[in-house]
Protein backbone atom coordinates (compact mmCIF):
# COMPACT_ATOMS: atom_id res chain seq x y z
CA UNK A 1 0.00 0.00 0.00
CA UNK A 2 1.30 3.35 -0.90
CA UNK A 3 2.16 6.19 1.39
CA UNK A 4 -0.82 8.07 -0.76
CA UNK A 5 -3.41 4.74 0.17
CA UNK A 6 -2.21 4.60 3.91
CA UNK A 7 -3.08 8.59 4.37
CA UNK A 8 -6.32 8.03 2.31
CA UNK A 9 -7.33 5.29 5.04
CA UNK A 10 -6.77 7.08 7.78
CA UNK A 11 -8.15 9.95 6.71
CA UNK A 12 -11.27 8.18 6.03
CA UNK A 13 -10.86 6.46 9.36
CA UNK A 14 -10.79 9.52 11.06
CA UNK A 15 -14.03 10.65 9.40
CA UNK A 16 -16.02 7.53 10.29
CA UNK A 17 -14.91 8.34 14.29
CA UNK A 18 -15.86 11.61 14.01
CA UNK A 19 -19.40 10.27 12.69
CA UNK A 20 -19.81 7.76 14.61
CA UNK A 21 -18.85 10.54 17.65
CA UNK A 22 -21.27 12.73 16.75
CA UNK A 23 -24.08 9.96 16.31
CA UNK A 24 -23.40 9.25 20.19
CA UNK A 25 -23.41 12.63 20.93
CA UNK A 26 -26.44 13.41 19.72
CA UNK A 27 -28.42 10.22 20.76
CA UNK A 28 -27.34 11.37 24.29
CA UNK A 29 -28.77 14.51 23.71
CA UNK A 30 -31.73 13.25 22.60
CA UNK A 31 -32.12 10.98 25.22
CA UNK A 32 -31.08 13.26 28.05
CA UNK A 33 -33.54 13.52 30.86
CA UNK A 34 -34.11 17.29 30.32
CA UNK A 35 -35.68 16.31 26.80
CA UNK A 36 -38.08 13.74 28.68
CA UNK A 37 -41.40 15.96 29.65
CA UNK A 38 -45.14 15.80 29.56
CA UNK A 39 -47.14 17.24 26.96
CA UNK A 40 -49.43 18.95 28.65
CA UNK A 41 -48.09 19.42 32.17
CA UNK A 42 -45.03 20.36 30.85
CA UNK A 43 -44.16 18.18 34.08
CA UNK A 44 -40.57 16.00 33.93
CA UNK A 45 -40.39 12.82 35.55
CA UNK A 46 -36.67 12.56 35.29
CA UNK A 47 -35.79 15.29 37.11
CA UNK A 48 -36.20 16.22 41.10
CA UNK A 49 -39.16 18.82 41.94
CA UNK A 50 -38.35 20.95 44.47
CA UNK A 51 -41.51 22.48 45.18
CA UNK A 52 -45.24 22.23 44.25
CA UNK A 53 -47.11 25.28 44.71
CA UNK A 54 -50.55 25.15 45.29
CA UNK A 55 -52.92 27.71 45.51
CA UNK A 56 -56.83 27.58 46.43
CA UNK A 57 -58.39 31.20 45.01
CA UNK A 58 -61.83 32.06 46.93
CA UNK A 59 -64.32 33.89 44.04
CA UNK A 60 -67.19 33.91 46.00
CA UNK A 61 -66.96 37.42 45.77
CA UNK A 62 -65.39 39.30 43.11
CA UNK A 63 -61.49 40.71 44.01
CA UNK A 64 -60.71 44.41 44.42
CA UNK A 65 -58.50 45.89 41.56
CA UNK A 66 -55.91 45.96 44.66
CA UNK A 67 -56.69 42.69 45.86
CA UNK A 68 -56.29 41.27 41.78
CA UNK A 69 -53.08 43.21 41.24
CA UNK A 70 -51.78 41.88 44.60
CA UNK A 71 -52.71 38.27 43.28
CA UNK A 72 -51.02 38.60 40.08
CA UNK A 73 -47.72 40.23 41.39
CA UNK A 74 -47.27 37.59 43.72
CA UNK A 75 -47.45 34.95 41.47
CA UNK A 76 -45.28 36.67 39.00
CA UNK A 77 -42.88 36.43 41.95
CA UNK A 78 -43.50 32.87 42.85
CA UNK A 79 -42.74 32.09 38.72
CA UNK A 80 -39.36 34.45 38.29
CA UNK A 81 -38.03 32.34 42.11
CA UNK A 82 -38.98 28.87 41.11
CA UNK A 83 -36.76 26.40 39.87
CA UNK A 84 -37.20 24.64 37.07
CA UNK A 85 -39.56 21.41 36.96
CA UNK A 86 -41.73 22.61 40.01
CA UNK A 87 -44.89 22.65 39.90
CA UNK A 88 -47.95 25.23 39.65
CA UNK A 89 -51.07 24.11 40.33
CA UNK A 90 -54.60 26.47 40.98
CA UNK A 91 -58.06 26.06 41.85
CA UNK A 92 -60.98 28.09 42.93
CA UNK A 93 -63.56 27.36 45.83
CA UNK A 94 -66.56 25.69 43.10
CA UNK A 95 -69.82 25.92 44.35
CA UNK A 96 -70.84 23.23 41.95
CA UNK A 97 -68.48 20.68 43.60
CA UNK A 98 -69.20 21.96 46.68
CA UNK A 99 -65.39 22.30 47.41
CA UNK A 100 -62.11 22.47 45.27
CA UNK A 101 -62.45 23.02 41.19
CA UNK A 102 -60.70 21.15 38.02
CA UNK A 103 -57.24 22.69 38.04
CA UNK A 104 -57.72 25.92 36.53
CA UNK A 105 -53.87 25.77 35.76
CA UNK A 106 -51.27 22.65 36.68
CA UNK A 107 -48.18 23.02 34.86
CA UNK A 108 -44.27 22.44 35.65
CA UNK A 109 -41.96 25.02 35.25
CA UNK A 110 -40.32 24.33 31.56
CA UNK A 111 -35.98 25.82 31.14
CA UNK A 112 -36.07 29.39 30.03
CA UNK A 113 -33.67 30.35 27.76
CA UNK A 114 -31.34 31.51 30.38
CA UNK A 115 -31.53 28.02 31.93
CA UNK A 116 -29.97 26.86 28.22
CA UNK A 117 -27.62 24.70 27.66
CA UNK A 118 -25.46 26.27 24.65
CA UNK A 119 -23.90 23.66 23.12
CA UNK A 120 -27.10 21.09 23.05
CA UNK A 121 -29.97 22.94 23.66
CA UNK A 122 -32.21 25.09 20.91
CA UNK A 123 -32.71 27.83 22.74
CA UNK A 124 -35.83 29.66 20.53
CA UNK A 125 -37.12 26.10 20.82
CA UNK A 126 -36.88 26.16 24.42
CA UNK A 127 -37.81 29.98 24.54
CA UNK A 128 -41.54 30.05 22.68
CA UNK A 129 -42.28 26.81 24.89
CA UNK A 130 -41.57 28.54 28.29
CA UNK A 131 -43.61 31.65 26.90
CA UNK A 132 -46.45 29.84 24.63
CA UNK A 133 -47.29 26.60 27.00
CA UNK A 134 -46.14 28.15 30.51
CA UNK A 135 -45.79 31.67 30.98
CA UNK A 136 -49.16 33.09 28.93
CA UNK A 137 -51.36 30.26 29.67
CA UNK A 138 -50.56 30.22 33.52
CA UNK A 139 -51.35 34.38 32.98
CA UNK A 140 -54.31 33.86 31.04
CA UNK A 141 -55.75 31.82 33.72
CA UNK A 142 -55.07 33.47 36.52
CA UNK A 143 -57.07 36.92 35.37
CA UNK A 144 -59.82 34.87 34.19
CA UNK A 145 -60.27 33.57 37.72
CA UNK A 146 -59.87 37.27 39.02
CA UNK A 147 -62.25 38.01 36.88
CA UNK A 148 -64.76 35.52 37.79
CA UNK A 149 -68.70 36.26 38.42
CA UNK A 150 -69.61 35.64 42.08
CA UNK A 151 -70.90 31.82 44.51
CA UNK A 152 -73.56 32.14 46.80
CA UNK A 153 -71.17 29.11 48.74
CA UNK A 154 -68.23 29.66 49.71
CA UNK A 155 -66.62 25.80 50.63
CA UNK A 156 -62.90 26.73 52.24
CA UNK A 157 -63.22 23.42 54.03
CA UNK A 158 -64.78 20.86 51.58
CA UNK A 159 -61.80 22.40 49.30
CA UNK A 160 -59.05 21.80 51.71
CA UNK A 161 -60.15 18.52 52.62
CA UNK A 162 -60.42 17.49 48.73
CA UNK A 163 -56.82 18.63 48.24
CA UNK A 164 -56.02 15.38 50.04
CA UNK A 165 -58.84 13.51 49.60
CA UNK A 166 -58.26 13.67 45.79
CA UNK A 167 -54.10 13.69 45.93
CA UNK A 168 -53.82 17.04 44.44
CA UNK A 169 -50.62 16.90 46.11
CA UNK A 170 -47.43 15.84 43.84
CA UNK A 171 -45.50 12.88 45.98
CA UNK A 172 -42.63 13.97 44.41
CA UNK A 173 -42.43 17.46 45.60
CA UNK A 174 -39.80 18.14 48.41
CA UNK A 175 -41.56 21.08 49.49
CA UNK A 176 -45.24 21.89 48.98
CA UNK A 177 -46.91 24.85 49.77
CA UNK A 178 -50.51 25.58 49.76
CA UNK A 179 -51.33 29.31 49.82
CA UNK A 180 -55.54 30.41 50.63
CA UNK A 181 -56.40 33.23 48.94
CA UNK A 182 -59.70 34.35 50.64
CA UNK A 183 -62.17 36.82 52.81
CA UNK A 184 -61.88 33.31 55.27
CA UNK A 185 -66.28 33.40 55.44
CA UNK A 186 -66.19 29.55 55.79
CA UNK A 187 -69.83 29.40 54.27
CA UNK A 188 -71.28 25.66 53.36
CA UNK A 189 -73.26 23.05 55.13
CA UNK A 190 -69.91 22.24 57.14
CA UNK A 191 -70.13 24.75 58.85
CA UNK A 192 -71.09 29.16 58.69
CA UNK A 193 -69.37 31.77 60.26
CA UNK A 194 -72.71 33.39 59.13
CA UNK A 195 -74.48 31.39 61.48
CA UNK A 196 -71.85 30.62 64.19
CA UNK A 197 -68.90 32.75 63.87
CA UNK A 198 -65.61 31.62 64.70
CA UNK A 199 -67.11 28.19 66.41
CA UNK A 200 -68.02 27.44 62.98
CA UNK A 201 -64.09 26.71 62.10
CA UNK A 202 -63.68 25.01 65.83
CA UNK A 203 -65.93 22.56 65.05
CA UNK A 204 -64.81 21.60 61.35
CA UNK A 205 -63.37 18.32 61.12
CA UNK A 206 -59.47 17.95 60.55
CA UNK A 207 -58.17 16.93 57.47
CA UNK A 208 -54.67 15.34 56.70
CA UNK A 209 -52.35 18.37 55.10
CA UNK A 210 -49.30 17.08 57.33
CA UNK A 211 -46.05 18.09 55.68
CA UNK A 212 -47.91 20.75 53.54
CA UNK A 213 -46.94 24.53 54.61
CA UNK A 214 -49.78 26.29 54.41
CA UNK A 215 -50.23 30.15 54.47
CA UNK A 216 -53.67 32.49 53.68
CA UNK A 217 -53.74 35.96 52.29
CA UNK A 218 -56.87 37.22 53.50
CA UNK A 219 -59.06 39.45 51.62
CA UNK A 220 -60.54 42.11 53.49
CA UNK A 221 -63.76 42.61 52.37
CA UNK A 222 -65.98 45.75 53.74
CA UNK A 223 -69.35 44.14 53.86
CA UNK A 224 -67.53 41.10 56.00
CA UNK A 225 -66.21 43.36 58.23
CA UNK A 226 -67.76 42.46 60.87
CA UNK A 227 -67.19 39.09 60.93
CA UNK A 228 -63.80 38.88 59.86
CA UNK A 229 -62.97 39.45 63.57
CA UNK A 230 -59.48 38.79 65.41
CA UNK A 231 -61.35 35.87 66.84
CA UNK A 232 -62.06 34.09 63.60
CA UNK A 233 -58.59 34.63 62.14
CA UNK A 234 -57.56 33.02 65.66
CA UNK A 235 -59.80 29.95 65.22
CA UNK A 236 -58.20 29.50 61.76
CA UNK A 237 -54.80 29.91 62.97
CA UNK A 238 -55.66 27.17 65.28
CA UNK A 239 -57.36 24.69 62.66
CA UNK A 240 -54.82 25.13 59.74
CA UNK A 241 -52.04 24.53 62.57
CA UNK A 242 -53.85 21.41 63.70
CA UNK A 243 -53.38 20.02 60.27
CA UNK A 244 -50.93 21.54 58.64
CA UNK A 245 -47.46 23.61 58.92
CA UNK A 246 -49.40 26.30 59.14
CA UNK A 247 -47.29 29.73 58.50
CA UNK A 248 -49.22 32.80 58.98
CA UNK A 249 -52.13 35.12 57.88
CA UNK A 250 -51.66 38.29 55.78
CA UNK A 251 -54.27 40.73 55.41
CA UNK A 252 -54.67 42.18 51.97
CA UNK A 253 -56.73 45.30 51.91
CA UNK A 254 -60.21 46.10 49.88
Known amino acids: MSNEDRRGVIIFGMGVAILVALAIFILQVLQSPENEYDRVTLCNERLPRAAHHLMIIDVSDALSAHQANFLKTHISGLLQDAGVNDRFSIFVLDEKYSGLSEPVVDLCKPPSADDADMLTSNRVFIER ?61 AGSVFDAGPKAIE ?49 VRN
Open 129 to 189: LYSERFATPLEAAVAAVVAGSEQKESPIFEALSDVAALRRIDPRAGDVRLTIVSDMIQNSR
Open 203 to 251: NLPLVNLRGVRTRVFWLDREKYKRFQTEALAGSWEDYLASVSQFERIER
